[in-house]
C-alpha cells in the first residue's frame, strides 16, 4: 500500500548542504583533513536526497529494494538519501481500444470499441503489483469490454430488456464498474468508460438492416391500425347515436371492412358506388 515518505523542504537540505561544503573547506584550511573528508561525503550523502516533484507527478522511493514511501507534492524536497526514485504520472489519461469484433448474447458478430479515462490513485501498487500498469490497463479493458458485449443483444427488436445499442448509458456504467474491479489490484481509479464504436460485423450488417428496416414497418402498421380502428368506432357510434342510419351486423361489418381499407391503405381510396342494394 501506498504511504507517504519521509521528506523536509529541499531548500532547508540545500542550506544544510552548503553548511556542510563550507564547514569542509574551514577544516581543511585548519589541517583537520580528515573531518573535513568526512563532512564532504557527509553533504554527499544529504544531497542525494534532494528531489524535486513536478505537478500532477509523484516520487516512489525505494531503499535498496524496500520500499520507504511516495512524494505526490509537488516542490523540491529533501527525502531519504541513497534511495532510487521512479517517476510516475498522476495526470488523468485516455485510452483508447482497438475496434474488437465479439459475439453478442444472440450470437451475432458485432464491432465495438470504447475509451477508458482513468488516473493512478496508489503508486506503490501502479508500480509494485503489476509489470507494466499502462500494458494493463489496456489488456483488462478490452477484456472487459468483450465481456459487457456478450451479456447483451445488439438490439431488441420485441423483447423488453436492456441492449448494447438501445441502453448505452447503463452498458458504459456496467463497463466502468468492472473496469474498477479489475484494475484496483494496480493502483488505477476508472473516472468514466465510453462505447465510442458499436455495429454489426460487415458479414451480418445488410441482413440486420432489412431486419430494422421490416420491424420498423411492422410497428408504423401497427400504429395506424390502433388509430384506424378508433376512428371506425368514432364513426359508427357518432351514426348510431345521432340516428342518421340504423346498421345492422352485416352493414356494420360492411362498414368496418370499407373504412379500415381506405385509412390503413398505402394508396389513396378508390372508390366505388354501388346503386342497388346490399342484399
Do not use: C
Not at 477508458?116 to 490513485?121: E, G, I, Q, S
Not at 364513426?235 to 379500415?260: C, F, P, Y
Amino acid at each position: 500500500m501506498e504511504r507517504k515518505a519521509w521528506m523536509v523542504n529541499g531548500f532547508l537540505g540545500l542550506l544544510l548542504v552548503l553548511l556542510l561544503a563550507v564547514g569542509a573547506v574551514l577544516l581543511f584550511l585548519s589541517g583537520g583533513i580528515v573531518a573535513g573528508i568526512v563532512l564532504v561525503l557527509v553533504s554527499i550523502v544529504v544531497f542525494s536526497g534532494i528531489t524535486i516533484v513536478q505537478p500532477n507527478e509523484a516520487k516512489v522511493l525505494t531503499f535498496f529494494g524496500r520500499y520507504v514511501g511516495s512524494i505526490q507534492e509537488s516542490g523540491m524536497w529533501l527525502a531519504t538519501p541513497i534511495t532510487a526514485r521512479r517517476k510516475i504520472s498522476l495526470r488523468v489519461r485516455n485510452f483508447n481500444s482497438k475496434m474488437l469484433k465479439v459475439n453478442d448474447v444472440e450470437g451475432n458478430p458485432v464491432e465495438i470499441a470504447a475509451v477508458v479515462v482513468f488516473k493512478v490513485m496508489d503508486t506503490a501498487k501502479a508500480l509494485f503489483d503489476v509489470d507494466d500498469y499502462e500494458k494493463f490497463v489496456e489488456i483488462q479493458s478490452e477484456t472487459a469490454l468483450r465481456h459487457v458485449a456478450t451479456k447483451y443483444p445488439y438490439d431488441i427488436f420485441e423483447e423488453e430488456g436492456y441492449s448494447l445499442r438501445g441502453n448505452a448509458e447503463e452498458v458504459a456504467g456496467e463497463l466502468a464498474r468492472e473496469l474498477q474491479v479489475r484494475l484496483k489490484v494496480a493502483g488505477v481509479e476508472v473516472i468514466e468508460a465510453r462505447l465510442t464504436h458499436l455495429a454489426y460485423a460487415m458479414e451480418i450488417a445488410g441482413a440486420m438492416l432489412q431486419r430494422q428496416q421490416a420491424t420498423a414497418i411492422l410497428a408504423a402498421r401497427k400504429k395506424i391500425v390502433e388509430g384506424a380502428v378508433g376512428m371506425v368506432q368514432l364513426a359508427i357510434s357518432h351514426l348510431e347515436r345521432d340516428g342518421i342510419v340504423q346498421l345492422d351486423e352485416e352493414r356494420k361489418a360492411t362498414m368496418v371492412n370499407n373504412l379500415l381499407v381506405a385509412i390503413v391503405s398505402d394508396r389513396a381510396a378508390q372508390p366505388v358506388i354501388n346503386t342497388g342494394s346490399l342484399y
